[in-house]
């Protein structure tokens, strides 16, 4: 990403081999077996015992996917690899698409999350939902920004005063950003997100939280077109906010008309599910031949939440396969409980040595960045996210961020 291009590339593409088992593996075992591993891996199974599937498995093909593109960016990288990160690099290695995708889960988790709090509880404590999610978050963006700032007086890295500013007040979407913290731009979309989402929720009936998601929705487009006639990188909330309202508005569809929901996502599940993944990849090979055509920066991100959206609800509720095995797969679930702490940290692994005032470090050649990025995120999840989800737990709601 030149700034606006390399942090525009940060997460997401979706498996191109479909799964002929949708048709012959027995759904209720299936889904019964995937809930139980997922509940043996995930920390972070909801107090009601619920855990929805798969979602830590796209969490991890996302992160996947930032890093591939970050990957072909790093100057460490061998040109073999290099070579081939960047041949896919905008197709499969589409970090734009990535983010959308992790919009659109958290759209559709948060949402589904207050809603099933109101169903148990009778209501929805913003409070509660405000100090979980700074739990949740705060403590390892803060340790990232304080590892900044010991660099800058230790290194030659340079950060300005507007880039802590921005890092800390979550406004990176606004500016004052470089390639080490320029991927804080979708963090502060999703902070921006939830300041204002669970309020209307709590404060608007539904027929009224259903009209102005939809309105967001057709808002967007215009926001993407403004910003890019000023050659801005489309990091408004308002730009973004249509990836979001369709994960929301999927999971009013959910509650409320839960027996449809579940009928269209057992149709034909590998023909539906095929054509979710070519509407994700569609609009990114458009995007390629016609990167300034103001139709596809209006509507390519549009559509591609609505197949991201479709591909969330059908491996969370719909019928077991082959995929949906992967991606509640150990691995895969493991990479998804540290995903938050590998986006965070992964810029300072492919950044240029000389930014550091090196000639050459150790650390930013092929393939310990990889390496140190793994024990680094792995680290921070045990030592910061992962203590403090019993301090979480003692909050009565529903949680799975």
Not at 341 to 347: C, F, R, T
Request: net charge positive; aromatic share 12%; proline share 4%.
């Amino acid at each position: 990403m030149s700034q606006s291009n390399r942090t525009e590339n940060d997460t997401i593409s979706a498996p191109t081999v479909m799964d002929v088992l949708d048709q012959t593996t027995s759904r209720t075992m299936s889904d019964s077996l995937a809930a139980k591993e997922a509940q043996r891996e995930t920390p972070t199974a909801a107090r009601s015992g619920e855990q929805i599937a798969s979602l830590n498995g796209l969490r991890a093909i996302s992160v996947i996917i930032v890093i591939g593109s970050h990957l072909a960016t790093s100057v460490s990288t061998p040109s073999s690899i290099s070579g081939i990160s960047q041949l896919f690099n905008g197709y499969l290695f589409d970090g734009a698409l990535g983010v959308r995708m992790f919009f659109c889960i958290s759209g559709f988790l948060i949402t589904h999350l207050l809603l099933s709090e109101k169903d148990r509880t009778g209501k929805i404590s913003l409070k509660t939902f405000y100090i979980r999610r700074t739990l949740r978050i705060w403590p390892v963006l803060y340790v990232f920004v304080l590892f900044l700032f010991v660099m800058s007086q230790t290194t030659a890295l340079t950060i300005t005063p507007c880039q802590y500013v921005t890092a800390l007040t979550f406004t990176k979407n606004h500016g004052c950003s470089s390639w080490i913290d320029g991927h804080l731009w979708s963090l502060a979309v999703e902070l921006q997100f939830y300041a204002i989402w669970p309020a209307v929720i709590v404060l608007c009936s539904t027929r009224t939280v259903i009209k102005l998601a939809i309105a967001a929705i057709l808002i967007a487009p215009v926001s993407r077109l403004i910003e890019a006639g000023a050659d801005l990188p489309r990091w408004w909330l308002t730009s973004n906010i249509d990836t979001l309202m369709c994960g929301g508005l999927a999971a009013y569809a959910q509650k409320l008309h839960r027996a449809l929901f579940d009928r269209i996502l057992n149709t034909r599940p590998t023909l539906s599910r095929c054509g979710g993944f070519a509407i994700l990849v569609t609009p990114v090979i458009v995007a390629r031949q016609f990167p300034h055509a103001s139709l596809q920066i209006m509507l390519g991100p549009t559509i591609q939440a609505f197949g991201a959206t479709y591909l969330i609800a059908s491996y969370a509720r719909g019928p077991a396969g082959a995929i949906k095995t992967i991606l509640n797969s150990r691995p895969l679930n493991f990479l998804g409980i540290i995903s938050f702490s590998l986006y965070i940290w992964q810029e300072p692994f492919f950044i240029w040595p000389s930014d550091f005032g090196f000639q050459k470090l150790l650390t930013f050649e092929w393939p310990f960045n990889i390496i140190g990025m793994l024990i680094v995120a792995t680290a921070s999840y045990y030592c910061f996210e992962r203590p403090l989800l019993s301090l979480r737990r003692k909050y009565n709601t529903a949680h799975g961020s």
